[in-house]
């Protein structure tokens, strides 16, 4: 226990010094926690002959935990009937941003000989934006209360609801596919019916949301809110179903109980902590050797997948009658991938084939590094951007 326990200190620093360079730097936490971890782990540290964290059922707990917590607090921020609201913009939006972005990462899996399986993985990866990173920026940036905040926030909404379904899909298939496909099959029926049951709560329990927290101190609404999301997120992964769409439904639930600021001021903390914690995991578990042998994957989808983004954010943009200028924005503001992408890794590293277990996982941390760090700069430099497209083109540039 010691011995874990100290693992567990180095953790903390390693992430506390992380944060820092980042606020330093004025870049995004998420990529220097998983470079902390890659740093920290047993493939550098321990291979330099320097005390190291290992992955082990402590690391992984927590970290199991922050996905948990980022997924319900993304709930948070939607509810079914403001998605109702909206639902013919969001859906078209989201439309052009699956067509252009999902198809073209299967397609690369494809053409550099991976299954069907792995190239589904690989499209998943490529094709979901970061919303911690995107929404994080629109503040920092001052584009929240933009025209273009709304179908970049739109589209992430779309993806979230989409990726619900995908990882149930993705998850039987990585997890239950030896049985064939009466196994997979029944695999989905449970997962499906879960998340079915989740919805009907969602949908009909606003009173049992908030009845659980309502009359309660500090100390007792937080353990509420846990003993909710994290039982219920952990019944999901034990039925099979991703324990991240589980805590986002729950969220969902919780957005409409009344307490949803409350929630988001007590509980962001504990979000933030374990939420580090995860992505310093992603890290830990991957060997930079192996970077060289998902190099190619890597430069195919950096090349093709930022270009695509940006198309498919300005059709976005355009659905919801912005102006040339401002879609652009959009599309430039959809290029950073996170912490979807590395959750979709960590499924893949529990699959059976060395491009699962070993190569994925590698790609993903080495995508979401390139992407996160590039999309935070192209939103920083949009009007450099915007200027270099529309050379030229006066009325587009300034409307």
């Given at each position: 226990?010691?011995?874990?326990?100290?693992?567990?200190?180095?953790?903390?620093?390693?992430?506390?010094?992380?944060?820092?360079?980042?606020?330093?730097?004025?870049?995004?936490?998420?990529?220097?926690?998983?470079?902390?971890?890659?740093?920290?782990?047993?493939?550098?540290?321990?291979?330099?002959?320097?005390?190291?964290?290992?992955?082990?059922?402590?690391?992984?707990?927590?970290?199991?935990?922050?996905?948990?917590?980022?997924?319900?607090?993304?709930?948070?921020?939607?509810?079914?009937?403001?998605?109702?609201?909206?639902?013919?913009?969001?859906?078209r939006a989201g439309v052009a941003d699956i067509a252009v972005n999902l198809p073209l990462g299967i397609a690369i899996g494809l053409v550099l000989g991976w299954s069907l399986v792995e190239s589904l993985l690989l499209g998943g990866i490529v094709y979901i934006s970061s919303s911690a990173i995107i929404t994080k920026s629109l503040i920092d940036l001052g584009w929240i209360a933009n025209?273009?905040?709304?179908?970049?926030?739109?589209?992430?909404?779309?993806?979230?609801?989409?990726?619900?379904?995908?990882?149930?899909?993705?998850?039987?298939?990585?997890?239950?596919?030896?049985?064939?496909?009466?196994?997979?099959?029944?695999?989905?029926?449970?997962?499906?019916?879960?998340?079915?049951?989740?919805?009907?709560?969602?949908?009909?329990?606003?009173?049992?949301?908030?009845?659980?927290?309502?009359?309660?101190?500090?100390?007792?609404?937080?353990?509420?809110?846990?003993?909710?999301?994290?039982?219920?997120?952990?019944?999901?992964?034990?039925?099979?179903?991703?324990?991240?769409?589980?805590?986002?439904?729950?969220?969902?639930?919780?957005?409409?109980?009344?307490?949803?600021?409350?929630?988001?001021?007590?509980?962001?903390?504990?979000?933030?902590?374990?939420?580090?914690?995860?992505?310093?995991?992603?890290?830990?578990?991957?060997?930079?050797?192996?970077?060289?042998?998902?190099?190619?994957?890597?430069?195919?989808?950096?090349?093709?997948?930022?270009?695509?983004?940006?198309?498919?954010?300005?059709?976005?943009?355009?659905?919801?009658?912005?102006?040339?200028?401002?879609?652009?924005?959009?599309?430039?503001?959809?290029?950073?991938?996170?912490?979807?992408?590395?959750?979709?890794?960590?499924?893949?590293?529990?699959?059976?084939?060395?491009?699962?277990?070993?190569?994925?996982?590698?790609?993903?941390?080495?995508?979401?590094?390139?992407?996160?760090?590039?999309?935070?700069?192209?939103?920083?430099?949009?009007?450099?951007?915007?200027?270099?497209?529309?050379?030229?083109?006066?009325?587009?540039?300034?409307?």
């Amino acid at each position: 226990m010691a011995a874990e326990l100290l693992e567990l200190g180095q953790l903390f620093v390693v992430v506390a010094v992380a944060g820092a360079f980042a606020l330093r730097l004025g870049l995004s936490v998420i990529p220097l926690y998983v470079v902390g971890g890659v740093l920290a782990g047993p493939f550098v540290a321990g291979r330099m002959g320097l005390p190291y964290v290992t992955n082990g059922e402590v690391v992984t707990l927590f970290a199991e935990v922050g996905i948990v917590l980022l997924l319900f607090f993304l709930g948070l921020e939607f509810s079914l009937d403001r998605l109702l609201e909206s639902r013919t913009r969001i859906t078209r939006a989201g439309v052009a941003d699956i067509a252009v972005n999902l198809p073209l990462g299967i397609a690369i899996g494809l053409v550099l000989g991976w299954s069907l399986v792995e190239s589904l993985l690989l499209g998943g990866i490529v094709y979901i934006s970061s919303s911690a990173i995107i929404t994080k920026s629109l503040i920092d940036l001052g584009w929240i209360a933009n025209p273009e905040a709304e179908p970049m926030l739109g589209t992430l909404v779309f993806e979230d609801l989409f990726i619900a379904v995908y990882l149930a899909v993705v998850t039987s298939l990585v997890l239950g596919g030896e049985g064939g496909l009466g196994s997979v099959g029944r695999s989905l029926a449970v997962a499906f019916g879960f998340l079915g049951l989740l919805l009907v709560a969602v949908q009909y329990g606003t009173r049992l949301f908030t009845g659980v927290l309502d009359g309660t101190g500090r100390e007792a609404f937080v353990l509420r809110t846990l003993a909710v999301v994290v039982p219920i997120s952990g019944a999901a992964l034990v039925l099979g179903v991703s324990e991240a769409v589980a805590a986002f439904f729950v969220g969902m639930g919780f957005a409409t109980s009344g307490h949803r600021e409350r929630i988001e001021r007590l509980l962001a903390p504990v979000r933030d902590v374990f939420g580090a914690v995860f992505f310093f995991w992603i890290g830990v578990g991957t060997d930079p050797t192996l970077l060289v042998a998902a190099a190619v994957p890597l430069v195919l989808a950096v090349a093709l997948t930022t270009p695509a983004k940006v198309v498919s954010g300005y059709l976005g943009g355009r659905v919801y009658d912005l102006s040339k200028r401002r879609s652009l924005r959009v599309g430039v503001g959809m290029v950073p991938r996170g912490e979807f992408s590395l959750v979709i890794a960590a499924l893949a590293a529990s699959g059976t084939t060395p491009v699962m277990r070993e190569v994925i996982p590698a790609f993903a941390v080495g995508y979401v590094l390139v992407m996160s760090g590039l999309g935070t700069v192209l939103m920083e430099r949009s009007e450099f951007v915007e200027r270099l497209v529309f050379r030229g083109d006066r009325t587009s540039a300034e409307a």
